[in-house]
Nanobody, 121 residues
C-alpha cells in the first residue's frame, strides 16, 4: 500500500494550495483518510479527517480555512487550503486507516511521504 501526496509548494500569505493524496494497493472506502503536518522543531499536528461515512473534522488552527474532501472511486483525498498563513508552513502528510474510528488523530495504518508547504509573509 502506498499513499502519494502532491500539491505542495511556495505561496504568499493569503494564497491557496490544493494537496492531493492518492492511495494504491487497497481501497479505503470503509476507512478514514486524513492530513497531518509537522513544522520544524514541532510535533506532528492533526489537520483534518474525512470519515468513511462522509463526515469531516478539522484541527482548530485550520477551521474555516481548509476543506478536506475525498473521491472513493479514485481512492484519493484532497485538502483545499485557503487564506494561508506563515504558521501553516510545514510538511504535510496524508494518512489512511482501514476502519472508521472515533479518535481523529491516532491509529492510522498508512502514511504518505509528505509534501512541503511554505507560506511567505
Amino acid at each position: 500500500v502506498q499513499l502519494q501526496a502532491s500539491g505542495g509548494g511556495l505561496v504568499q500569505a493569503g494564497g491557496s494550495l490544493r494537496l492531493i493524496c492518492t492511495a494504491s494497493g487497497r481501497t479505503f472506502s470503509s476507512g478514514d483518510m486524513g492530513w497531518f503536518r509537522q513544522a520544524p522543531g514541532k510535533e506532528r499536528e492533526f489537520v483534518a479527517i474525512s470519515r468513511s461515512g462522509g463526515g469531516s473534522y478539522y484541527g482548530d488552527p485550520v477551521k474555516g480555512r481548509f476543506t478536506i474532501s475525498r473521491d472513493n472511486a479514485k481512492n484519493t483525498v484532497y485538502l483545499q487550503m485557503n487564506s494561508l498563513k506563515p504558521e501553516d508552513t510545514a510538511v504535510y502528510y496524508c494518512a489512511a486507516r482501514r476502519a472508521s474510528l472515533t479518535l481523529v488523530n491516532t491509529n492510522y495504518d498508512y502514511w504518505g511521504q509528505g509534501t512541503q508547504v511554505t507560506v511567505s509573509s
